[in-house]
Structure formats: C-alpha cells, structure tokens
C-alpha cells in the first residue's frame, strides 16, 4: 500500500507541475486498481461486471475534471478512493440499487494484485450518432481521435468547459445504453494526458470571486429596502450592538472555511465542526453578561423584541444571492457529501446576510440574537442542504 502511495503520489505531484507523461502513468497505474474495485463490487451488487469498465471511465474523468482538488501534502490514495466510492456509489443507484461502498473494499483491493486484464472496446462510431451533436463530435475528438480537450475546444469552436461537460455527458449517456457500448479506455487516457495543461483554479479563489461578484447584489437590496438604523452612530458604542457583528463575522469565517474543506472528496468534518463554537461561545457570553445587568425590560420581552418578523424576512432574502453565489462556486470543488456542502455554503451565506441585517437591527439583547438569528440562518442553511444535494453532485 505504502509503495504505491508514494508512486502514485510522486506522479501527481508531477502531472499537476506539468508534466503530462508523469500524469499519463498515473492514469494508466491506477486504472486496473480502478477496475478490480469496480468489478468486485458490481459482482456483490448483483450487477453485470463487464459494466464495469464504463464506470472506470467515468472514474476516470472524475479524477481529471478534480485534480486541482488534491492537496499535494495530504495523501493521494484517500482523495482518490473517495472519488472513486462516490462515482461507483452513483453508478448502481441509477440501476436501481441504493447501496453502501466502504473504504475498506477499496484498501483491501489494492493490498491484493489488480485486475490488469484490458476490456474490449466496442466500435462506438455508429452508436455515437444517437447521441447530441455536440457530445458526439467531442467524444469522437477526445476518445477516438486522442485529441486534447484544449485543441477539441478550438477544433470546435467550444469552450473548454463546454468541452468537458459535453465529454461527461456523452460518457454517461453511452455507459446508460443497453448495448453497454463503451470507448477505448487507453484513448480515453491518452486524451486526458494531452489536456494536463489546463489549470483550475483552487476553490477557495473561485469562491471569493462568487462571493465578491454577488454581495453587490444583498447590498442593493439591502440598501433598497432596509438601511442603516437611524441611530448606528450612538449604536456602535453599545458592546451588545457590537457583540452581533462578532458573532455572524466568526459564523461566515467558520462557515467558510468549513465549505472550501468539504469540496475536497476526501474531506472529513472530524474536528472541524468545534470552530463553530467560537460563535456560540461568544453569544453565551453575551447573554450571561446581559443577565447580570440591571435591565429595564423583562428578559421575554427581549427575547421577543420589535424585529423578528423582519429578522425572519431579511436574512433570507439578502442570503439568496450569496447563496447561489456559493453554490455556483463549490460545484468547482468534488464534494462527496453534496447536501452536507451545501448546508455549510447556506451557514455562511445567511452569516453574510445577518451581518448586513445586523447594522438595520434596532434588538440588540443576545437573547435576541439567539433565538431568531439562528432561526433565520437554519432557514437558510436547509435551502442550501436541499439545493447542495442536487448541485453539488459530481
């Protein structure tokens, strides 16, 4: 295991440097790994193995459309394993079999010697005329003529990532026909070597420029219908007023660090939930300080307040942007958990989104921020689990 870490991880390392011929071996090495896996599971699955090699390539191109997700000091086998379980995972749910892969099939496979048998391509030249135009030209300049994605785009007059979805697509539109029609897989590599000088950018980069493109848009609408509350400058000398924006601020920092994790395959939440203590660390705070100040107002009445209903509202309204915004963004990444990643993008969208509520909120008790804030944003955060679960799938 340890020997093939280390090879596989070398290769990487030098396919995301630039090298293509490096890149071009590691595909190749980890496609019989691929092969055995899939095969062994579809056996126990009750499913046709010589359907496997239509999953490996889908596998396959899973791991080149997100290798700008692997993390070049953390080890290679879990972000390829994880991808790998999830496209095999999506493979026998849509023949009807709602099943669980564990790591450890893919651990004990590769301890093992792979199956390095190659599988025979059908001729797929008259199968490729059932399928859309686009993605039979792409397919037959990627697959059949081992023409890079770049110089397919070009040949094509397509963009690149036109390219690439209509390269998806095709795969998974022949991998779903009954004649189990499937490519070359070596062409299928050969074509994606050849594209290994295309650069993604890390999603954290894709997701601040999300976020910086659409939180012009909660501001106008901020602006438009709510504004500043009339006394924001006697306001700002309130500790309590002050204490509302420290505590959405840790929630978007928190929020956001978390989602650019999760849009890692590998990505484990282990440890990483405990920085959302930080906000509810600071609210109990606030509240127990609250508590032991002489107060006018009964505590139900501040908890209650003059707001909620537009607490309710606002947060939101003003999130949906940044929300999209997030969305748009993560689907860059290859999270594993779709609906999980998507929970996380709606936390830190209704934090922004809070924030800007914040500075319009005449309530300032924490009792207050307590009980509708956190309603407001758990609003938000089970549109983004429900959206995430269908956008976030790769």
């Not at 910086?212 to 509350?229: N, Q, Y």
């Amino acid at each position: 295991m340890r020997e093939h870490e280390d090879e596989w991880a070398d290769l990487m390392r030098r396919g995301n440097a630039g090298d293509s011929g490096a890149y071009h071996r590691l595909l190749k090495a980890i496609t019989p790994f691929l092969r055995a896996v899939t095969r062994q599971r579809l056996a126990r699955a009750g499913q046709p193995v010589d359907q496997s090699e239509d999953i490996v390539q889908e596998i396959l191109l899973a791991v080149h459309l997100k290798r700008h997700t692997w993390d070049a000091d953390a080890p290679f086998s879990p972000w390829l394993f994880a991808i790998a379980r999830n496209k095999l995972v999506d493979a026998l749910r849509r023949r009807g079999r709602r099943i669980f892969v564990n790591i450890e099939d893919f651990t004990e496979t590769i301890v093992s010697e792979p199956v390095a048998e190659t599988v025979p391509a059908t001729d797929v030249t008259a199968h490729l005329q059932g399928l859309p135009r686009r993605q039979r030209d792409v397919l037959l300049s990627i697959a059949v003529e081992s023409i890079s994605i770049r110089a397919t785009a070009a040949k094509l007059a397509m963009s690149e990532g036109a390219v690439r979805v209509a390269l998806h697509r095709g795969l998974a539109n022949l991998a779903a026909t009954a004649e189990g029609v499937r490519m070359d897989t070596d062409h299928l590599l050969q074509g994606l070597a050849t594209d290994n000088d295309h650069r993604e950018r890390p999603v954290g980069s894709v997701l601040a420029t999300a976020l910086m493109i659409a939180a012009p848009v909660s501001l106008v609408i901020f602006f438009t219908t709510l504004g500043f509350r009339k006394d924001i400058a006697t306001a700002l000398h309130d500790p309590f007023f002050d204490l509302k924006f420290l505590v959405t601020t840790t929630v978007v920092i928190s929020a956001t660090a978390i989602s650019i994790h999760l849009s890692r395959p590998e990505a484990s939440l282990k440890g990483w939930k405990r920085l959302l203590l930080i906000p509810v660390g600071l609210l109990s705070f606030g509240i127990v300080s609250e508590m032991m100040m002489p107060q006018r107002l009964p505590w139900t009445t501040r908890l209650i307040g003059s707001n909620s209903k537009v607490c309710m509202t606002a947060i939101p309204l003003l999130s949906l942007p940044l929300l999209i915004a997030s969305l748009v963004a993560l689907r860059h990444g290859a999270p594993t958990r779709p609906a999980l990643a998507g929970a996380y993008a709606g936390l830190l969208s209704a934090g922004f989104a809070a924030t800007l509520y914040a500075s319009q909120c005449t309530d300032d008790s924490p009792l207050f921020v307590a009980t509708w804030y956190p309603l407001a944003i758990g609003l938000v955060t089970a549109v983004g689990a429900l959206a995430g679960s269908r956008w976030l799938r790769f």
